[in-house]
């Protein structure tokens, strides 16, 4: 097993699978880095690196996919991309958060315009800076603290998605 970062994603949104794709995993000048996939629960975790000391400041780029992810919301009648980027369950602090939010043209021409950043612990409401003005939608923090994440919000119109059937287990 990998001794380096552990990258914890998760693997539903509320009842459904996100199917949660590792496309790759590399370092700062684009050369591929070892990662082991291991899922538990509803989590999975990407232990990234080899047992291999890793000296002085290291830069991982980890881009991965999933499905499903934007929301209908009845209280605002429209449908939202709302993520925590890197999750508020880590005792470092970061010195530098960024996401970047790719759109295909049907969501681009979707967009009401609002779109928020919050930096902090679960619940908090600071706000950041995003830039939603063009795609791709960016947001970069930095330092963050422990304990707290970057999260993205963006808005589209109601109904842009079509919502994801909600699985349910039966006894038989």
């Known amino acids: 097993m990998s001794l380096g970062i552990i990258r914890a994603s998760p693997t539903r949104y509320g009842e459904v699978p996100l199917g949660l794709s590792m496309v790759s995993v590399t370092d700062e000048s684009g050369d591929p ?17 080899t047992d291999d000391y890793v000296h002085g400041r290291t830069t991982y780029v980890l881009e991965y996919t999933m499905r499903d992810v934007i929301r209908h919301f009845e209280d605002s009648g429209g449908d939202e991309f709302y993520w925590d980027v890197n999750g508020d369950g880590w005792a470092q602090e970061w010195g530098s958060v960024s996401a970047t939010v790719h759109l295909s043209s049907a969501f681009r021409d979707a967009l ?18 995003i830039d939603a003005a063009d795609d791709p939608i960016t947001a970069s923090v930095g330092p963050v603290g422990p304990y707290n994440t970057l999260t ?3 808005g589209f119109e109601g109904g842009t998605v079509v919502q994801p059937a909600l699985p349910r287990d039966s006894w038989i």
């Open 33 to 49: 880095v070892y990662y082991e996939r291991a899922d538990y629960g509803d989590i999975a975790e990407f232990a990234l690196g």
């Open 112 to 129: 009401t315009g609002d779109a928020a950043c919050f930096l902090g612990s679960y619940g908090e409401t600071g706000q950041c800076a």
């Open 152 to 154: 993205v919000a963006v």
